[in-house]
């Protein structure tokens, strides 16, 4: 077999075991959700896709070099919190591989870090005008079954700022009717209440009751052809941008939203504390980030630019500032 030869259609079968062996231990040994286990996978099937055939002994020949080259590769024309999600991914696969006897090396340490600061980008939110097209475009669309699904998940994103995960993960034992509250389980599996407003309740019953097929699955957002499956987290992507395109819009990221929302919520007056308690954060630095678009604080903090007066202008003193330029005369 040539040893060029890189793994494809006819290894798919090993590649998926190697996977699901890996997302197993990732789920048993370090705990991690669902969708974090369902990333990692996805990474280092890039990461496997490289390697030359057969893949047990690549696995088993992988030095630094090679975990290097790729991730050096990989980095070519990617931004950074993709390289980042990379890097954690195969460093994982890396200890997983040593601990489940496939490497005999710690090549973890192999992978390079990428270059990032916290707090150093700006959130991304959606203009005004385009949410409320967005929006309303979609509640104009709602004739079919897809489509009241569909509006309601995007109520979810921009007035509740939930995660694709989380919307994902919305069953029906999650909703109370009653008081007004859904259930929600976030990030590390950690369960929170909060409160249904009208307009998202409204569209998630027009679902449930014209719209939802029967099935045996509890999730609340299924698939309509074929019933009854329940919707991934890049299934709830993917409808977001087809959104887009039915509103004229350039592709928006369902966590855009989730931007969208702290922000109007800070320019409408809301405390930083308030708005980490609304996006369920569990540190007070994943909220600062918003302190940058929190127009109302800073602009007190702006210091007016130096100007010079007419007067100032005309004294020897404002004359002195300007240098001769070299070569002129005098």
């Not at 997302?23 to 496997?48: K, S």
């Not at 919190?81 to 496939?102: E, P, Y």
């Not at 097209?133 to 509006?151: E, I, M, N, S």
């Not at 074929?226 to 992507?237: C, D, K, N, Q, Y």
């Amino acid at each position: 077999m040539d040893a060029a030869h890189t793994i494809g259609t006819g290894d798919t079968e090993s590649v998926n075991d190697l996977l699901v062996e890996y997302g197993q231990w990732l789920d048993r040994q370090r705990g991690l959700a669902p969708i974090t286990v369902h990333n990692y996978c996805w990474n280092v099937e890039q990461f496997l896709k490289t390697l030359p055939a057969p893949l047990q002994v690549s696995v088993s020949l992988l030095n630094a070099g090679t975990v290097t080259a790729f991730m050096v590769e990989y980095f070519r024309d990617r931004n950074t919190n993709s390289a980042k999600s990379m890097a954690r991914s195969v460093r994982s696969f890396l200890r997983f591989a040593h601990a489940s006897g496939r490497t005999s090396t710690e090549l973890w340490g192999a992978v390079p870090v990428s270059a990032g600061w916290h707090l150093a980008s700006l959130p991304k939110v959606v203009p005004a005008a385009d949410l409320e097209r967005l929006l309303g475009v979609a509640a104009r669309r709602r004739w079919t079954a897809t489509d009241r699904r569909d509006y309601a998940i995007l109520l979810l994103l921009a007035q509740l700022g939930l995660r694709r995960g989380e919307v994902a993960a919305l069953c029906l034992d999650h909703i109370d009717w009653r008081t007004g509250e859904l259930t929600i389980v976030g990030k590390g599996s950690r369960v929170e209440r909060l409160p249904l407003p009208a307009e998202p309740g409204e569209a998630i019953t027009a679902w449930l009751v014209d719209g939802r097929p029967e099935c045996t699955a509890r999730s609340v957002f299924t698939t309509v052809k074929p019933a009854g499956r329940p919707l991934s987290p890049g299934a709830i992507g993917h409808l977001v941008a087809a959104a887009c395109r039915d509103a004229g819009l350039d592709r928006i990221g369902a966590h855009r939203l989730r931007h969208t929302l702290a922000t109007a919520m800070l320019r409408a007056g809301a405390s930083l504390p308030e708005v980490g308690q609304v996006l369920r954060h569990r540190s007070a630095r994943s909220t600062a980030i918003y302190a940058k678009v929190d127009d109302v604080a800073l602009r007190p903090l702006a210091r007016p630019w130096p100007t010079i007066s007419s007067s100032d202008a005309d004294s020897d003193g404002a004359r002195g500032l300007a240098r001769r330029w070299p070569g002129s005369r005098s």
